[in-house]
């Protein structure tokens, strides 16, 4: 199973910052087939990022993906303030899938 | 609008069982895969199992492997989970979840979760 890795672990910044956030694959990752979720406290996570670039349907354009084989990056270029939450990264070119453990982007 | 919506959680002891419930509307069910996740409190999201479109491929993770169960009623647009042999770590929120985007693993589509706790 491919262990994803992602840092740092919490991240503060300010609204109108830009935020970027990495997440460290243990093997290649097939494809390109990383995806990006976007989690608030109680609810369930949004798919933002899929192929390791794509935005998924009626995410902002501020949301970028990026990266290839093992090291992937999701950056925010201007945060707003509803984008303070928990990112987790997932494979889904190896079954199982996994999903690394998640970079809390909280307001500082 | 596509809706999945978790029920039968709760409290239950440890060895016990439970059965979770997914309700699906605003999509043709028994053309997706479904999936299950958890999430342990204050921890990642964790694959658990899927199963495909007419029920006769399933998989699971090996910490649920043996114990867990899952199955479809396509004619009620309801995914299950069966839960056997509960233990403390299987306490965590679990969402049910379509995949989307041509992929059977990559998930758009996750319900709101329902909280499992296993404790004496």
């Known amino acids: 199973e491919i262990v994803l890795t992602q840092s740092p672990g919490t991240l503060s910044l300010s609204p109108g910052e830009r935020a970027t956030l990495s997440c460290r694959a243990s093997?290649?990752?097939?494809?390109?087939?990383l995806a990006w979720y976007q989690q608030k406290p109680g609810q369930a996570p949004r798919l933002l990022i899929y192929g390791a670039s794509s935005r998924a349907t009626g995410i902002p354009d501020r949301f970028s993906g990026s990266g290839s084989g093992t090291d992937f990056t999701l950056t925010i270029s201007r945060l707003e303030p509803e984008d303070f939450a928990v990112y987790s990264c997932q494979q889904y070119g190896s079954s199982p899938c996994s999903f690394g453990q998640g970079t809390k982007l909280e307001i500082k | 609008e596509v809706q999945l919506v978790e029920s039968g959680g709760g409290l239950v002891q440890p060895g016990g069982s439970l059965r979770l419930s997914c309700a699906a509307s605003g999509f043709i069910f028994s053309r997706y895969w479904m999936h299950w996740v958890r999430q342990a409190p204050g921890k990642g999201l964790v694959w658990v199992s899927r199963?495909?479109?007419?029920?006769?491929?399933?998989s699971y993770a090996d910490s649920v492997k043996g114990r867990f169960t899952i199955s479809r009623d396509n004619a009620k647009n309801t995914l299950y989970l069966q839960m056997n042999s509960l233990r403390a770590e299987d306490t965590a929120v679990y969402y049910c979840a379509r995949p989307g985007y041509s992929s059977t693993w990559l998930l758009d589509v996750w319900g709101k979760g329902t909280t499992v706790t296993v404790s004496s």
């Open positions: 199963i495909n479109g007419d029920g006769s491929s399933t």
């Open positions: 093997q290649s990752v097939s494809s390109s087939y």
